[in-house]
């Protein structure tokens, strides 16, 4: 945890050419490392906890509940219902805007260009059909789709107007929690290639994360236990917006106590 | 059957600012190909825009001017399409919430004063440019335009010929001018529009489908595109067709348009907020900073200078709208002329030297006193009207003042009866016959006897001394 704060410690701060970096003082990182976390309060969202969720993921995310409780800190159910929608809100908005972003691979001002056009229509449809990979054309298409006229506003806008639900609901739960505890992914790893061609299957894998890519908040996973096959299980921290300070604190404590190391 | 045709405009200005839009890029006409640019403005993969407030300062002015309401709240968006000028492959514009909306300018018109309705006015970054060297078979692109801040402008309905659209035109130009955020220079591309006409029966309140024409680069081009638009759908009417709404392109050369694609094949631009950039938000305070930092506009002078110098409408509307003229006018007033005698020479030979020299009127070297001094040496008699035409082109071409360059030039009117005189003897002489002609009672003769001895002072002569003596002349040889 020392590390993570040092380079946060780093790289905080607002970055003169990221329109969507902040203005704000960066906080005391290292002075969030006390090692203890006494009155802190921890939700463990229900959600988070379904029958989807592998037991022994489970199990070592309540045993790292279990250890905060042991720490003095009081840890509590929460409940984030909007967090069903929050994977196909990540999904239509992060897959539209990459449809956007990789157009400029289109083989005119650098990059790769296909071979043997006769136009130069010819020319963006080679470089795209030959340069770009399975998924990442999967998305593109995805991504069009959403943002075309006449599918914008029932698939774009209403993931962005989810996207906002979504950030309501975890700013409520803020109201009357420090963090969120919750597993990082719900199953541990799985063969290579083994879920390749059920791309579903793969982006479920991405659940217990990409909410807080869409409500902007900080989050930190750290090593918690292992499954029977001696799988290493990740355990993620969730904080209130700007608050890394208080998951570092959080994640340090839980580290000293012995748990989360490797 | 007789037609009306209706009329709308999209005017794209390139803004003056120093900088481009999205990064620290210089932003100016010019220059070796692709030096004007950076990671930036060339799309490259990482690199983020971060907006330039001049443009939105710039743009709330065309707003304000324009008569909109500006947004609290706006934000930027992006059109998606692909083609080499556009190197990110999407052009950041604003869609659904524009900076200004809901303004007007007035134009004068046959029928009085017009109110020209501005739907909206966003900004938006340009676009590189495509060189074609001839015979080869392949494209360069230049990307210093890439990110160069715009305003479109985009009109209501409402001219209905196109005299109306090329008074909206001026109306535009003259102000954006005046505010100084663009400098509207058409031949360096930085006024550019769209052009959008319908027709439909006179009478018939209901719009006809309508056309959208591009690729109209002068004021000019923009008239003869109109005139050529309506007349092909009247044309398509008459015969017992129906317009199609379609996109056309314009080739001045040709004086004709093209179709560029059916409203089947209209672009899906595929519109979204812009992720990397935050939303504008413009307090009351913003806003009213740039409001008391306005000058005065074009349609204000021209009021003014009908109130104040009592000018001819026609004259206070060239004068106002342009700031070379009005100022220069102002200060040539100030320096003692009358206003109507000032205004005279700002669009007679001023305007006539500035148009054969194709300068703009910012381009005068002398100021107002320089008018002022060349005015007061015709009223003192000093020099004729006629020399003071000959001085002026003098007056353009270094920094003497009109009396410097009478003295050197020998120019001074001669009033000197004696010298007259002779000319006068010299020239009854040669003209017997309208001699004769004024001896009959043809008082006429006495104009072409004067214009002559004129010519034989080199138009140095008074006029008023010579016409005196030559009658004095005439009636003792009688
Ligand atoms: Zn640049």
Known sequence: MKDCATVLSAICGKDAKDSTSLSVPTPDFMGALTGECKGMKIGLPKEYFSDAVDPAVRDAVLSAAKSYEAMGAEVAECTLPMLDYALEAYYLISSAEASSNLARYDGVRYGFRAEGCKDLEDLFLKTRSEGFGKEVKRRIMLGTFVLSSGYYDAYYKKAQQTRTLICQDFARVFESFDCILTPTSPCTAWKFGEKSADPVQMYLADICTVSVNIAGLPALSMPCGTDAAGLPVGVQLIGGRLRDDVILRAAYALEQNGKGGR | MKYETVIGLEVHAELSTKTKIYCSCENSFGGDTNTRCCPVCIGLPGALPVLNRTVVDYGIKAGLAMHCSIASYCKQDRKNYFYPDLPKAYQISQFDLPLCSAGYVEIDTEEGMKNIGITRIHIEEDAGKLLHAEGANFSLVDYNRGGVPLIEIVSEPDMRSPEEAMAFLEAIKSTLQAIGVSDCKMQEGSLRCDINVSVRPEGQEEFGVRSECKNVNSFHAAVRAIKYERDRQIAVLEAGGTVEQETRRWDDAKGESFLMRSKEEAHDYRYFPEPDLAPIYVDDAWIEDLRTSLPE????????????????????????????????????????????????WLLGEISKILNESMLEAEAIPFDGKALAELIAMIESGAISGTIAKQVLPEMFAG???????????????????????????????????????????????????????????????????????????LTALK
């Open chain 2, 297 to 344: 506009l074009p349609s204000e002078k021209k009021k003014r200078y009908v109130e104040t110098y009592s000018l001819p409408k026609y004259d206070a509307g060239l004068i106002g709208a342009s700031l070379g003229l009005s100022k220069l006018f102002e200060d040539t007033v100030a320096a003692g002329a009358a206003p109507k005698t000032a205004s005279n």
């Open chain 2, 399 to 473: 920094n003497k003042s009109p009396k410097q360059i009478v003295e050197e030039k020998g120019l001074a009117q001669i009033s000197d009866e004696g010298a007259i005189m002779d000319m006068i003897q010299e020239v009854l002489a040669q003209n017997e016959a309208a001699v004769a002609d004024f001896r009959a009672g043809k008082d006429k003769a006495i104009g072409f006897l004067t214009g002559q001895v004129m010519r034989a002072s080199k138009g140095k002569a008074n006029p008023g001394v010579i016409q005196k003596m030559l009658r004095e002349a």
